[in-house]
C-alpha cells in the first residue's frame, strides 16, 4: 500500500470524501463537480529536488510501468492503483518541436510546440484515458464499480482513447457520437478496437446529456472529462513540460480547449509542482477557443466569472465544438490563477495557422491551429512579448484530420480562403519538363 493517498472531493468545498474506485461524478451534496486532492504533507516526505531526482530516473525508461510520462508520476496522480490494474500504452514522452521558423516569422525567438497528438490514440486524452481505465479495472476488482460498461461522449478523440485502452485491458467500451460531425479516422478508431458506437442525430452536448442518464442509472461507468481522474492524468503535461525545460517554467502556455478539462489539468499539474516547491512561479495561460464555440472567450470578455452555455456551431476544430464545457468552473480558476487570458479564431483563421504552420516542418490538426491563430493575434497586439518563452499544446495528430488538409488543399472548405494551397503539379512523364518546373522552382525557406 503506498504512503501516498488520493481522493474525490467536492470542487467547490462541501465536505466528504470519496476513495477513487467509487463510481462517483458529482458531488452528492451540491451536484457540483468532484476534484482529486492529494495528501499533499505525505508528498512533502520527499524533497522537491528527491522529486525531480526520481521523475527524471523514470521518464523515457523501459521499467514498466514507470517509462510512461503518467505512470512515472504515479505518486503524485493515483497513488493506489496496483501494478496489476495499470493499464498503459507508454503515455506521454511527447516531443517538444522547437518551431523556430514559424517563430521568427513572427517575430518571437523561443516557440515551442508540445507535440502531445504523437501518442498512442493520436491525442492527448491518453493522458488521462490511462489513469482512469486503471482505476476502472482496479475498481472492478474491488466490487466498488459494478457497471461493466465504460463509456464516453464524444467529439472524436476521447472515444478513440477509450476504446484503445478499453481494448488493451479487455473491457467493453461505449461511445456515443454525434452522427456525421466527427473525421473518419476518429469513427474508425473505436470500431476497429470493437467498441459499440452509437452515432447518435445530435451534437456533442446532446450525446453528453444521455452519457450522462445511463451512468446515473450505473449501466454504464463514465469516461467523460466530468470524471476528474481524467483531469489527474492530464495534469502530467504540465510537469513534462517543465521536466523538458530541466524544470524551467516558460513564460506562456497556449491551449486549445473546448470542454476545459484540459485547462483545469494544466492548472492542476502546475499548482502542485508550485506546492511541492519544485517550480516557484506559474506560466500564462492562454485558453484558445474556435470563434464558433467559444462560451468561455464570451465570458472573459464580458468580465464574466461563469460561463454561459451557448449552442456551438459547426468549426473544423470538431474536437473543441462545445457550447456547454462540463469544466468551466474548473477552467475559470485555472485562468484566474494563471493571470490568463482566452482568445478565440476564426474558420478562415484558425485554416491560415495550419498551413502556415505546416508549411514550416508542423503537421498540424484544427485544433492546434486555433491555438496558433490565438497565439498570432497575442503577439501582433504585443501581449506575448518577442523574449517570451511560449509553449503552444498541440492536441492531437494531423494525420487525424485527412478531410479538413483535403478539403484546404483542394479548396472546398465554405468560409476558408485557401491562400496557402498547394496542388499536384500534372506532367506527362517527360524529363525535359519536369526539369524546367524543378529549374523555375523557388528556394524554400530563409
Ligand atoms: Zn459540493
Known amino acids: ?45 520527499r524533497s522537491a529536488a528527491a522529486w525531480m531526482k ?29 501494478d496489476d490494474a495499470i493499464v498503459s500504452t507508454s503515455e506521454g514522452g511527447t516531443n517538444l518541436f522547437w518551431a523556430e521558423r514559424l517563430g521568427r516569422e513572427i517575430g518571437m525567438k523561443v516557440l515551442w510546440v508540445k507535440q502531445c497528438g504523437n501518442a498512442h490514440s493520436g491525442s492527448f486524452k491518453d493522458l488521462g484515458m490511462t489513469v482512469l481505465v486503471s482505476v476502472v479495472r482496479q475498481g472492478m476488482a474491488l466490487g466498488t464499480i459494478k457497471s461493466r460498461v465504460i463509456a ?24 456515443l457520437l454525434p452522427r456525421g460531425l466527427v473525421s473518419t479516422a476518429q469513427l474508425v478508431q473505436p470500431l476497429a478496437h470493437g467498441a459499440t458506437v452509437f452515432a447518435l442525430e445530435t451534437d456533442f452536448d446532446g450525446c453528453m446529456a444521455i452519457v450522462k442518464e445511463l451512468a446515473k442509472r450505473d449501466l454504464v461507468y463514465l469516461a467523460n472529462s466530468m470524471n476528474p481522474l481524467r483531469i489527474e492524468g492530464q495534469k502530467t503535461v504540465a510537469v513534462e513540460i517543465a521536466q523538458q525545460f530541466d524544470w524551467e517554467v516558460p513564460d506562456w502556455v497556449i491551449l486549445p480547449s473546448g470542454n476545459l478539462g484540459n485547462a483545469a489539468a494544466l492548472h492542476a499539474g502546475f499548482r502542485m509542482m508550485k506546492e511541492l516547491g519544485v517550480i516557484a512561479r506559474f506560466p500564462r495561460l492562454c485558453v484558445a477557443q474556435a470563434a464558433n464555440a467559444d462560451p468561455m472567450y464570451r465570458a472573459f470578455v464580458a468580465g464574466k466569472d461563469v460561463v454561459e452555455p451557448t449552442h456551438a456551431q459547426k468549426t473544423q476544430a470538431s474536437a473543441i465544438q462545445i457550447g456547454n464545457p462540463v469544466s468551466a468552473p474548473r477552467a475559470m480558476a485555472a485562468l484566474k490563477a494563471m493571470n490568463g487570458v482566452v482568445e478565440e479564431a476564426t474558420e478562415d483563421e484558425l485554416a491560415d495557422a495550419c498551413a502556415r504552420a505546416d508549411r514550416t516542418g508542423l503537421y498540424t490538426c484544427p485544433h492546434t491551429g486555433v491555438a496558433l491563430a490565438c497565439l498570432f493575434k497575442l503577439r501582433e497586439r504585443g501581449v506575448v512579448g518577442p523574449d517570451d518563452r511560449v509553449v503552444v499544446v498541440s492536441t ?51
Open 152 to 175: 464516453c461522449a464524444s467529439t472524436g478523440d476521447t472515444s478513440a482513447s477509450l476504446a484503445a485502452y478499453g481494448a488493451t485491458a479487455g473491457l467493453p467500451v461505449a461511445v
Open 54 to 82: 526520481l521523475f527524471d530516473e523514470r521518464y523515457m525508461r523501459t521499467s514498466w510501468p514507470y517509462g510512461s510520462g503518467v505512470w512515472g508520476k504515479r505518486e503524485w496522480v493515483a497513488p493506489a492503483v496496483r
Open 1 to 45: 500500500m503506498s504512503r501516498y493517498r488520493a481522493v474525490f472531493r467536492c470542487f467547490s468545498g462541501c465536505e466528504g470524501e470519496w476513495e477513487l474506485t467509487r463510481a462517483i461524478y458529482r458531488c452528492p451534496k451540491c451536484d457540483g463537480l468532484l476534484a482529486v486532492e492529494h495528501d499533499l504533507e505525505a508528498l512533502r516526505d
Open 396 to 446: 492531437a495528430n494531423g494525420l487525424k484530420f485527412t478531410e479538413f488538409k483535403l478539403g484546404y488543399h483542394e479548396r472546398t472548405l465554405p468560409g476558408i480562403d485557401a491562400r496557402r494551397a498547394g496542388s499536384p503539379v500534372v506532367l506527362p512523364p517527360d524529363v525535359e519538363q519536369v526539369a524546367s518546373a524543378i529549374a523555375a522552382m523557388g528556394a524554400v525557406g530563409g
